[in-house]
């Protein structure tokens, strides 16, 4: 057994600048995702259906249901435009009431340019019936480490039974 660990070895005091980072800055980004459900190209699946109930509204089909999806981020609504990353994660359906809210635990994984390879992380609650939805960014990888912010989202075109396909619209402002 090693000799009793002091306080000091297992902490210390660290600047920014030890890690490379300076001055804080302000990254924003703007492109859309294209959740798929159907058709050859699923890139969401649902891995939770919730059980069935006779008594609750018609929004709660989705209270329990837990999707797993990694779909593209693209610049334009069209999903033929320049890809830039992926957007990798789960989400739950969280009420159990009219309103329609998820819980989202998804990560921005960037493929392109300088940001290719680093990833952002948002942890919240997206209520699905509002027009613009506000969600936390709680941290990143690679040139988001440390980051923090928020994105605002909308749907750009709802879902469509012939394409088995949404379009969202994300804003992404973060800091670090
Ligand atoms: C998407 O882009 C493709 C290829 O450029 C084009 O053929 C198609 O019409 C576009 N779709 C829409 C909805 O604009
Ligand atoms: C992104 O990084 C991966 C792994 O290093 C590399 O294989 C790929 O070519 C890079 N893509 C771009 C567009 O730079």
Redesign the pocket.
Known sequence: MAAATSQSSIGRTMSKEDIGLKTEKLTHFHFFIHVIISGPNIDDVIVVLPPPTSTTPAANAFFGRVDVLDTPLTIGP????DRIGSMQGVVAGTSPVEELAYFMEVTFVFTEGKYNGSTLVILGRNQATMKVRELPIVGGTGIFRFARGYALTRTYSPFDPKTGTAIHEYNLFITN
């Open positions: 069209n999903i033929s435009s």
